[in-house]
């Protein structure tokens, strides 16, 4: 295990640590961020396909350009709130959701080594954060004083905090599996010795591993669509009943902390769908090998460090090239991409999915959602983690 | 049964309420009633068997100059006929007993015809205007109507 | 629990009074449901109506009774043809013409056209309110191709003013009768898909099956028609129990809820009674195109329509229900009244008995599953 | 009808359901999402306009009678017209459709005698101020030409006058004549 202060123990090791820090939070706040740039563009043009219409096509070429005219159009718009809302916690509310969606992306890995922080714990930690919404929509549901928004707060809480139970159940599978919290081990653990092999390939994801792991994959799955307010789990914004629910009342850049936070909440669920249950990193696409333990970071810093130290100019620059001329480096950067590759590709086709699924289903009742949560889910789910315990308590 | 066969039935039961039966010249007959006794006589043609108009179509009110009149039209699902009943009232003072209480469906019929002509169903549960708002002034389908010049500030025209 | 423990006077429930409307999503127009709730259960509901109010029966005492037709259009947009058509017939009736039959069969053609595509807006409409998008978008696409047959006859898409006193204002010609062939055809290849997408969907079964339960007996005391009647299992349509315009010679089924999903007189029901009434409009359709008699296409009417002293109701067979028109005559080139029974009206009026500890996204099941169109309910 | 089973195998038979049928669901979405689509880019590519359907209103000015046909046939009276003379001689000044008003119901060509008025294929009527919502049909006549009609309406107006005067003053000589005999 190793972190990124222990990399460089020069006197810039400060320096280092907060640049490396900077740089990682920036692009998992763009990657978060972008998911909602990506996927309205993409979630309308499916939608569109699905319903035999073209879709947005105007804005840019084939209307790719589309998210960020919406995007300046929220920018733009009257931030128009409710005479009796509660000040403080209605300009709070869409912060706090977006926080709630955001934070976890700091544990979520895209590959072995890109990862902003890789925490023992870090299973744990995204699901604690996810939790954080909830208390960010009830406040937007209780802060602008409308009924519609206060249905759907009240409807989120409910149903977030009931699924909460089975997906963290369907979680605890994975953890009785892998025997671990950490997303690097349970990747790790899934590319090795299965059914007799020692490299695996597919078969080593956990989903393959255990008949409970992929029952607890699909529900999983059900659960996550649930946590992320989306079809056919929308109630708490069912537009056909409660107009917007919880978001009623917001316009312009609030409304977009609700949106981003959403996409961003979609992808935190596909993605760790995708880590602990479908090999994350692992497969399809085979990685070159590379040695263990040998990070890019640090091979980077002994390249600067032997062509003069961070303290030159020449230091930097020779020894940035050297270590781009490197095979062992370009080596380690292949396996790092087509790793990203892999995790993107599964975290994105489960989106889809989510999509698909969106623009087919009707929206179930909220004592249906309960009843699935309660009397389908939850059951299941605990059957998952006996049948697991059994599997690692007999194998 | 045809209507006239209808009639002669109710005119048996009901010989001061039931008017004289008259043969249209053009289009469907019509009884007329008295309107003091048409709760009685409705609460007959619901109930008396062979008759069994359990179906309301319509209860339309008519400004005939001198009075307003209170139309309706009555089917029976079992028999497959149809009957329409007339009641006049005088335009002073126009009450009806209401038959919401046979048929529910007349609830919001006789609001309606309240609404637009001021006719009152007396004995109906909630008679409110139901198109109109309910601060509207006048009954807009009496032909001595005068369009309000404006409402609450909003001018016609 | 424990008696003892006193609440607080500052913590208190109470029902929440909700405005469902005017402007809500699926209030299908501009209808105002006032909802008193218990949490997430609706106590009661009740409908204000009349936004819409275009006080058609005033002008329609205004207006000459050709002058009329357009307006009647207007009433239930979604099934111009058959209001028109409604009026049309009681205009005749009360004046005695003769409508050619080649006439007739147009009128059903269109009227039966019209009403797929109304059915088509339900179904769209219905799965909206259920929270699924694409039926939607489906049922409007082979709307969509009724609306451009319909154009081409009539030279409206969404207003016909199609069927005149006396008869029909255009003829048909091969081109759009090959065109009405192949839309059956294409229907009878889509309306499977639709099962397979929102009427067999478990999901939908389950918000709707058992939920806004009309019995028979409260369906024929409210005055319900139309699909709401047929669907709590009375099998009375107007085109069968009475035909007009020439409607005993076609053969059809009159499809009624039976409660294969739950009770019977569900709003799965009465969702189930729509889609089956496409197919046999569909049915319709094939036998008049086949039958289509030469001949005029509308009658000999005086330029100045002036009817005989008298009254005449005639009641049609809408998409949603009794469309009746009372028209009294004085004799004069205008009505004296005309009256207007509208389907969606009395269906409306369902709404209070029905909607009673329910839950909220229910009270969206059962308004739509009425299936109203406000154009007519405020006139 | 569900009572007839036991909870337990309702239950499972739900579940079945649900699957099933979202399965089903899901098959059609996903092979209509590689179907070739029904809508059009509509600015670019124009929908076919039938012949029969019912848009603006095409006028032609030289056919018109001024029986004022369509002004009586119309419901909302949004048809308004001004003209100098009659028949023959007439020079039409206004012929305006308020289209805030109309219908589009076709009765005004319909009771059009001279077949001088028709609904044309021309869908685009959109404006933003009332006033836009008013066409003028007729042609706009200058002032010299309404001058040059008046005065050839007085010219005539005056030759029939003194026709009528001359027959008179006829009718009286005859008149006389007869008295003198």
Redesign the interface.
Known sequence: METFTQLYNGPYSWLLYVTVMAVGGAIMFVWAAGMAVIWTYGERRIAAFIQSRLGPNRVGPWGILQPIADGIKLLAKEDVRTKVAAKLLYNMAPLLVFIGAFMPFAALPFSERWVVVNMDIGLYYILAFEAVEVIGILMAGFAPGSKWSLYGGMRLAAQMLSYEVPLGLCVMVVIILAGSLNLASIVEWQSHNAWGFKEPWILGWTIFRSPAAFLAFIMFYIGGLASTKRAPFDLPEAESELVAGYHTEYSGMRFAFFFMAEYASMYLICGLAAVIFLGGWYGPIPQPAVPEGVSLVRRWSEFVAAAGGFGSLGGWVWGSLNAWADPLNLRILAHEAIGAFNMVLKAFSLYFIMIWARWTLPRIRIDQVMHLCLKVLLPFSLLCVILALVQVAVF | MTPAEIHSRLKEKFPSAVGEWQEPKAGDPCILLEPQELHEVCLFLKSEPGLEFDYLKLITGVDRGDKLSSVYHLYSYKHQHALVLRADVERAEPKLPSVADIWPAADWLERECFDMLGIVYQGHPDLRRILLPLDWEGYPLRKDYKQPQSYHGIKNE | MNSTLEQPESLRTEELLVNMGPQHPSTHGVLRLLIQTDGELVRQAWPHIGFLHRCFEKIAESVTYRQVVPYTDRLDYLASMNNALAYCLAVEKLAGFEVPERASYLRIIAAELNRIASHLVFFGCYGLDMGAFTPFLYGFRERELILSILEKLSGGRLLYHYPRIGGVARDIDPQIAAEIQNFIKEMRRVWPEYNRLLSENAIFIKRTANVGVITKEAAVAYGLTGPCLRGSGVAYDLRRAHPYSLYERFDFEIPIGQGLKGTLGDCWDRYWVRLLEMLESLKIIEQALAGLPEGQITAKVPPVIKLPEGEVYVGCENPRGELGFYIISDGKPQALRIKVRAPSFSNLSITNAIVRDVLVADVVAIIGSIDIVLGEIDR | ??NKQSPLRQ?FK??W??I???W???T???W????P???M?YPEEKPVI?P???GLHIYEENKCALCLGCVA???VDCISIEALGKGKNRLILKFDIDYSKC?????CCEACRPACLH?GPDYDLSSTTREGCVLHLARVKTEEEIEAHKKMLAAREAERKAKAEAYQKELEKEAEKEKDK
Do not use: E, W
């Open positions: 009808m569900a239950y739900d579940l359901n649900g099933i049928t979202t089903q669901g899901m059609l979405t996903g209509y999402l590689f179907k689509k029904v809508t880019r039938p029969s359907h019912r046939a119309c419901p219908l589009f119901c076709n009765l609904l």
